[in-house]
């Protein structure tokens, strides 16, 4: 079984999020590993709900430890994230999200190879696309993670 290392403590994950990723989110804390280690969800960019900013950072997390942080050759590629269960706990008068996501992805270079074969076969009756997605479904890592959102008062 493949694991992946917790991302370390960043004393400033938005700056990290707006270098690595060019996307500003409202955001503090660390990775949300725990509660102790919560993503601290500040306020709401406008017209975005909470679980699709919650689902954003998980995403970028994912990215990041199994992508960014890998050697080439342990590099993960179409990496998804899909909410399986949520739950909002109460802790010492603070509200947190506690949301299990399952994460996908495929090895980098195995990923490359399956999309040139689809682009490459798409149009060719020869390219069997029941069994290219087969091999892709075979091919495909699955984790269940946990990230914890602290949620600020504002959002309540």
């Given at each position: 079984?493949?694991?992946f290392q917790q991302?370390?403590?960043?004393p400033n ?8 990723f060019d996307?500003?989110?409202?955001i503090s804390?660390?990775w ?5 280690k ?6 709401l ?5 909470l679980s699709?900013?919650e689902?954003t950072l ?7 430890e ?15 994230a899909?909410?399986k269960l949520?739950?909002r706990?109460?802790?010492n ?5 506690k949301?299990?996501y399952e ?6 270079e195995?990923y490359n190879?399956f999309?040139?074969e689809?682009k490459?076969g798409?149009?060719?009756e020869?390219?069997?696309?029941n069994?290219h997605?087969k091999q892709?479904?075979?091919?495909t890592?699955?984790r269940e993670v946990?990230h ?6 504002k959002l309540?």
């Amino acid at each position: 079984m493949t694991t992946f290392q917790q991302l370390q403590e960043n004393p400033n994950i938005q700056k990290l999020i707006k270098e690595t990723f060019d996307a500003d989110l409202p955001i503090s804390g660390d990775w949300g590993y725990s509660k102790e280690k919560a993503s601290i969800i500040e306020m709401l960019p406008e017209d975005m709900p909470l679980s699709q900013l919650e689902h954003t950072l998980t995403s970028i997390r994912a990215h990041l430890e199994m992508n960014i942080t890998q050697t080439k050759e342990n590099r993960y590629a179409g990496i998804n994230a899909n909410e399986k269960l949520r739950e909002r706990i109460s802790a010492n008068n603070v509200m947190f999200d506690k949301v299990n996501y399952e994460i996908t992805a495929i090895k980098e270079e195995l990923y490359n190879a399956f999309i040139k074969e689809y682009k490459e076969g798409y149009d060719n009756e020869a390219l069997d696309l029941n069994e290219h997605f087969k091999q892709r479904k075979e091919a495909t890592l699955t984790r269940e993670v946990i990230h914890y959102f602290k949620l600020s008062h504002k959002l309540l």
